[in-house]
């Protein structure tokens, strides 16, 4: 995929697979509210079929993501915080900055920002809610350029969710950044599941030691046409197929990205998990982090142009 310049409509994609789902959390029948609905702090979208998403202005997350029947397929820690700190679970986005890969805090402060605002609602021609970010003072500390930040959350099927971010260059000069969407799914066991579609690619062992001299994490290729995730496991997969998959037993999700060229695959593992004060106990074994992202490879963006990525997940 390549990153779209000059591009202000949403991507759109059709794919195939499903989620992993585990227990199912709150059911949502066929319903007679409006497709819509928003306060001041929660937009939810929903389909006639009970087909619904929550989005937490907040940080602009993605809370919740169920299909019609009703199984939310998306993580949430039994124990998640919340602001002013990013949820354990659902989608946070990470923007300007993947991980510690650079200057700023990790992860970026568009996660744990309370300056999102809603910029619009929508039921036609699919139920969508957008939302944005602008540079500011406060900002400009962590990241000194100016930005408009749009991210776009829609149901264009019953068994479809579409993310998709949009950053504007408002600047007189060249601005880089790194992104993701830190997608958290819920499994019925992490360590029964598999990940598809990453054979044959490089990638950075994050959980591995680093080189003593140079401090840099070790490269490997995938060998593996399902990759397993079995203890702590903690992956950048560089310049990745658009399609990926997650399979849980007889369920499956297809992850399909546009614009966003590298994969991240983490679970914490038994081992760790206790560092992580917001994620319950034995809570590991129901999540598995399969993000969209550009990491290795920041994207420059000049001046007053625009980049645009977005990622598809099916349920199937």
Known sequence: PRANRHQHRRPTASCSPEPSACRPRTSH????????????????????SGAR????????HVKSW????????????????GKPKALRGGIP?????????????KHGFAR???????????????????????SDESTAAAYP????????????????????????????????????LHTYFRVADVEGIAVEGLQGTTYEDSAAEADPETGAKPLKQEAQEAVPVAGEVDRIYFRTPANVAIKDGPRKVAILAQGFKDTVLWNI???????????GPG??????????????KPVKLEPMNSWMAGVTYKIE
């Open 93 to 105: 986005v990470c923007f300007p900055q993947f991980a510690n890969r650079g200057p700023g805090g």
């Open 53 to 60: 998403c929550e989005v937490q202005r907040f940080g602009a």
């Open 29 to 48: 029948r066929p319903q007679d509210h409006p497709p819509v609905m928003a306060d001041n702090e929660v937009v939810t979208i929903s389909r006639p």
């Open 283 to 296: 809570e590991w074994k129901h999540y598995v982090c399969v993000e969209s992202g550009v990491i290795e």
């Open 145 to 180: 350029h100016a930005f408009r930040l749009l991210y776009h959350v829609s149901l264009p099927a019953d068994d479809k969710l579409t993310c998709a971010l949009q950053v504007i260059n408002k600047g007189e000069e060249p601005m880089e950044f790194t992104a993701a």
């Open 112 to 134: 744990q920002s309370d300056a999102w605002k809603v910029l619009s609602t929508a039921d036609e021609p699919v139920p969508t809610a957008t939302f944005e970010l602008t």
């Open 66 to 81: 169920a299909g019609p029947d009703g199984q939310d397929r998306l993580f949430m820690s039994s124990i998640a915080e």
């Open 269 to 279: 593992g038994a081992e760790k998990a206790p560092t992580l004060k917001d994620l």
